[in-house]
């Protein structure tokens, strides 16, 4: 168990709705990265938030948005949800903001119907 | 941009042969690279880094900058070693980039 955790582990919504996918860092890690894991895409970082402030953006669509709270919990919300975008969503968290170790959390399995 | 690819799918041994994963990048300057793993319901999870240069599980991997690789190897292969592996990249000031996957299947 890498201490990382995500809530819901399942979810199934239908298209043009909006989600929250939550994630919790391991105690003292300040990184918080998320992930998407289709099948044909394969791991796609999305985007990093350090100690709140967003740090880098990857390949995230306008109609996803992060953010990360005082407590360093981090939501990934994805909105107006097409087909394409069932997948598994992976946080992973790190000490510092760039070069560490990365602990990744069980991950989050979106369907989109 | 930097890129990391891997070559193989799928790829399937007996148990007790040795095995090799592929990876090779591309980027110009020093990468650290990085094999993660993810056992059958589990979380992905660091296996090894190069600048450790440690071996894991009895897996190795060297960085060979000519050749732009670092293959992950195992000389006899085990029942359990079955998983999906990652191979990634992280370049100073960027962030990782992973492979596409090889799936690692050892059989009885």
């Known amino acids: 168990d890498s201490g990382v955790t995500q809530t819901p582990k399942h979810l199934i919504t239908a298209t043009g709705q909006r989600v929250t996918l939550r994630c919790s860092p391991r105690?003292?890690?300040?990184?918080v990265y998320w992930y998407q894991q289709s099948l044909d895409q394969g791991l796609q970082f999305l985007i990093q938030?350090?100690?709140?402030?967003?740090?880098a953006k990857g390949n995230i669509l306008e109609r996803f948005s992060a953010q990360q709270f005082p407590d360093l919990h981090s939501e990934l919300n994805l909105s107006s949800l097409e087909l394409g975008d069932s997948a598994l969503y992976f946080c992973?968290?790190?000490?510092?903001?760039?070069?560490?170790?990365?602990?990744f959390g069980p991950g989050t399995r979106l369907t989109v119907l | 941009a930097q890129r990391v690819t891997q070559p193989e799918k799928l790829l399937s041994v007996f148990k007790g042969a040795p095995v090799e994963l592929k990876c090779n990048y591309s980027?110009?300057?020093?990468?650290?690279l990085f094999w993660y793993v993810q056992y059958s319901r589990q979380r992905l999870q660091l296996l090894l880094r190069?600048?450790s240069r440690e071996s894991i599980k009895g897996f190795t991997a060297d960085l060979n900058k000519g050749e732009t690789s670092f293959h992950l190897k195992k000389p006899f292969a085990q029942e359990e070693d079955s998983a999906m592996y990652y191979c990634?990249?992280?370049?100073?000031?960027?962030?990782?980039?992973f492979g596409p996957g090889t799936r690692l299947s050892v059989l009885p």
């Open positions: 992973a968290s790190s000490e510092g903001p760039a070069g560490d170790t990365q602990y």
């Open positions: 105690s003292g890690d300040l990184s």
């Open positions: 938030y350090y100690n709140g402030e967003e740090r």
């Open positions: 980027y110009s300057g020093s990468p650290e």
């Open positions: 190069h600048i």
């Open positions: 990634a990249l992280k370049a100073h000031g960027q962030n990782f980039v």
